[in-house]
């Protein structure tokens, strides 16, 4: 499992709604809304 990292959701890679590839690393998402929120401001949520 991987972190949603806009809300905090356990998301599972293969039935993720979204991913996204930032600095090298792949992020997963539980929805397409929070998919947009990553991608409006990444840094918010990689720290
Ligand atoms: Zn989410």
Same mark, same amino acid.
């Given at each position: 499992? =991987? #972190?949603? *990292? &806009? %809300? !905090?959701? /356990? &998301?599972? *890679?293969?039935?993720?709604? !979204?991913?996204? =590839?930032?600095? !090298? @690393?792949?992020?997963? $998402? %539980?929805?397409?809304? %929070? /998919? #947009?929120q990553? =991608? +409006?401001? *990444? +840094? @918010? $949520?990689? !720290?």
């Amino acid at each position: 499992m =991987e #972190r949603d *990292p &806009v %809300c !905090g959701m /356990q &998301v599972d *890679p293969k039935s993720a709604a !979204g991913s996204i =590839e930032h600095n !090298g @690393k792949t992020y997963y $998402f %539980c929805s397409a809304g %929070c /998919q #947009r929120q990553f =991608e +409006a401001d *990444p +840094a @918010k $949520f990689t !720290g």
